[in-house]
Nanobody
Framework: QVQLVESGGGLVQAGGSLRLSCAASVRTFSSYTMGWFRQAPGKEREFVAAISWSDGSTYYTDFVKGRFTISRDNVKNTVYLQMNNLKPEDTARYYC????????????????WGQGTQVTVSS
């Protein structure tokens, strides 16, 4: 059973940066496409970014392009989300998720989820 554990969240001022990490307890980590999602209070969970298992290609939702960077270390079984120029509207709980196969942005296709880490951006 794959387990995902996120870390790195916290409170930051607008314009600041945070780096989220997601450690996976699986030997075949390199076989999984990894995604980051977020959920703000009262809102649905939404796609943020994903990185492919096959060639490391990445995909971002429009509202984070140019500010967030997803990366992975297949030796450390970890995926990262570097978040720069944070805005108050980025405040949410951020979740790491894993799936087999290509990148998709649909939540339902990701079958393995972490518990999330809270990111709060003050104005």
């Amino acid at each position: 059973q794959v387990q995902l554990v996120e870390s790195g969240g916290g409170l930051v001022q607008a314009g600041g940066s945070l780096r989220l990490s997601c450690a996976a307890s699986v030997r075949t980590f390199s076989s999984y496409t990894m995604g980051w999602f977020r959920q703000a209070p009262g809102k649905e969970r939404e796609f943020v970014a994903a990185i492919s298992w096959s060639d490391g290609s990445t995909y971002y939702t429009d509202f984070v392009k140019g500010r967030f960077t997803i990366s992975r270390d297949n030796v450390k079984n970890t995926v990262y989300l570097q978040m720069n120029n944070l805005k108050p509207e980025d405040t949410a709980r951020y979740y790491c998720a894993a799936k087999l196969g290509p990148i998709v942005r649909t939540t339902d296709w990701y079958k393995i989820w972490g518990q999330g880490t809270q990111v709060t951006v003050s104005s």
